[in-house]
């Protein structure tokens, strides 16, 4: 019988690709979306059916992660093998002006998710964040302390420790995926990765004068979204649970980020590139690179695109796509 999987978060970057990934190996997939009177599905383009199909593997359900019935109802009637629980409010600078709609989204929408795994017997990928670790010095593997600075990672940490709690009270096949940044052409037009590659091709093609961000010195271990879905559904096939950082090992500064995005269509970063202190995060975070050897050793996963080279991906997608 064909796998059945279930991802909240799925019209995001990472649900869509893990969708596509999902459906490539059979899997039935369901994915939560919120209703809203704007469409917001076009990263499932290429995997979408018409829901009229007989034999579709993607079904697109309407719901909220923090509505404990609705979910509830969803996942008893589904009864998914995999649950991938990607939804959050994810910006990290919108955490500081809305730290409760984070919380409410992140932590309680995982203990909804946990309680209903409990009684069906699904197993759990839970997305835990690098923004965990914060303060602590690089390099950060599962061992590392945490010292979260955002109510986005302050989230996350009580998900991934409730998340371990229910592995060790009921005996759940709950893993946590600690990602460092990963990014991609899908990535949300706010994060700084894809302002600087969106902000790249608008300035080559004259229909942008100039990139705002924030602290340049800001270093942060850069990663290929679709390359980290495929992590997470190994972890999910492993005999027992665990937790795992997926990361490249190496790590650059948004300075150098934006060099190499601004070289890949021969432009001189210094000329359009200002600081807007509106762009300062109230705490920062200043250096994150994962030690991704226990995810290598266990499971065989290996990063093949990183930092600068997923810098001038990104600039060239958005440019083809303007042009």
Request: hydrophobic share 35%; proline share 4%.
């Amino acid at each position: 019988m064909r796998k059945k999987a279930f991802i909240t978060g799925i019209t995001g970057q990472d649900g869509s690709y893990l969708a596509e990934f999902l459906i490539n190996r059979n899997y039935e997939v369901h994915g939560l979306i919120r209703r809203s009177s704007s469409i917001n599905t076009w990263r499932l383009d290429s995997i979408y059916q018409d829901p009229h199909l007989s034999g579709r593997k993607l079904f697109l359900h309407y719901g909220d992660l923090n509505d404990a019935s609705r979910v509830s109802n969803l996942l008893e009637e589904i009864k998914p093998q995999e649950i991938y629980n990607l939804a959050a409010q994810s910006h990290v600078a919108v955490s500081f002006d809305q730290p409760v709609q984070t919380a409410d989204i992140v932590a309680v929408g995982n203990s909804i998710i946990l309680e209903v795994a409990r009684r069906i017997g699904s197993r759990i990928y839970q997305a835990s964040s690098s923004e965990m670790f914060g303060k602590t010095p690089p390099p950060q593997n599962e061992e590392s302390k945490f010292h979260p600075r955002s109510p986005y990672a302050t989230a996350k940490l009580f998900a991934h420790w409730n998340t371990i709690n229910y592995r060790e009270s009921y005996g759940l096949h709950a893993s946590n995926g600690i990602l460092f940044n990963h990014e991609s052409p899908r990535r949300g037009e706010t994060f700084v990765t894809r302002k600087i590659s969106l902000a790249v091709a608008r300035i080559a093609l004259g229909q942008q004068q100039k990139l705002f961000l924030g602290n340049l010195n800001a270093k942060r271990d850069w990663g290929f979204a679709p390359e980290y879905v495929e992590a997470m559904w190994k972890m999910l096939q492993q005999d027992e649970p665990d937790d795992y950082v997926i990361a490249t090992g190496e790590a650059i500064s948004v300075r150098d980020f934006c060099i190499s995005a601004f070289e890949t269509l021969d432009l001189n970063w210094e000329k359009y590139t200002e600081i807007d202190a509106q762009y300062l995060r109230p705490a920062e975070v200043d250096n994150l690179q994962g030690d991704f050897s226990k995810a290598r050793n266990q499971f065989a996963w290996e990063p093949q695109i990183k930092n600068r080279e997923l810098a001038k991906l990104m600039v060239k997608a958005d440019y083809d796509r303007l042009a």
